[in-house]
T-cell receptor, first 105, second 112 residues
Framework: KNEVEQSPQNLTAQEGEFITINCSYS?????LHWLQQHPGGGIVSLFMLSSGKKKHGRLIATINIQEKHSSLHITASHPRDSAVYIC???????FGTGTRLTIIP | NAGVTQTPKFQVLKTGQSMTLQCAQD?????MYWYRQDPGMGLRLIYY???????DKGEVPNGYNVSRLNKREFSLRLESAAPSQTSVYFCASSEESYNEQFFGPGTRLTVL
């Protein structure tokens, strides 16, 4: 089993701030996934990462395979970014406990 | 395309009652999954089906059974519900194992 840990568990920030959410895992993987869970409960995929960096709009995800660590960044954060962000290892079907992000206008 | 659908959305059961949670996907995916989500625990795998005709236990299978009825449908049954099974249940599917997963809207189950 892969131990997947996220930090912080909760994060509150002002609109416009740069946000960083961290994910570390214990067993080497070929790809890591980032998910977003909306306040209503729906879960959607954001990124699949096997190396380097990916960018989608204001979201950037990076991964360091050697250090077993990934980060999710949000630039110019907005209240609509408020959600729970989850990292996941789909090979071993294990998930982090999630980071609850709240952006205050 | 509806994606992944789950029924019901909400359910309240008494201890000892049984029920089946239904899940269907219209994306022609091979793999399907059942998770439960509890506060502070993250998503935990109950059962999965890598392909039609196969099912395997996940991290927390006790108290549950599954049926992969056909390629589209994967049901989760609670034979004798217990308060510890109060949770939000998510079904998901992926084209193949290890691929991106698509999640259903979830079923909020309360066992009294």
């Amino acid at each position: 089993k892969n131990e997947v840990e996220q930090s912080p568990q909760n994060l509150t920030a002002q609109e416009g701030e740069f946000i960083t959410i961290n994910c570390s895992y214990s067993v080497g993987i070929s790809a890591l996934h980032w998910l977003q869970q909306h306040p209503g409960g729906g879960i959607v995929s954001l990124f699949m990462l096997s190396s380097g960096k990916k960018k989608h709009g204001r979201l950037i995800a990076t991964i360091n395979i050697q250090e077993k660590h990934s980060s999710l960044h949000i630039t110019a954060s907005h209240p609509r970014d408020s959600a729970v962000y989850i990292c996941a290892d789909y090979e071993k079907l294990t998930f982090g406990t999630g980071t609850r992000l709240t952006i205050i206008p | 395309n509806a994606g992944v659908t789950q029924t019901p959305k909400f359910q309240v059961l008494k201890t000892g009652q049984s029920m089946t949670l239904q899940c269907a996907q219209d994306m022609n995916h091979n793999s399907m999954y059942w998770y439960r989500q509890d506060p502070g625990m993250g998503l935990r795998l109950i059962y999965y089906s890598a392909s039609e005709g196969t099912t395997d236990k996940g991290e927390v299978p006790n108290g549950y059974n599954v049926s992969r009825l056909n390629k589209r449908e994967f049901s989760l049954r609670l034979e004798s519900a217990a308060p510890s099974q109060t949770s939000v249940y998510f079904c998901a599917s992926s084209e193949e194992s290890y691929n991106e997963q698509f999640f259903g809207p979830g079923t909020r189950l309360t066992v009294l």
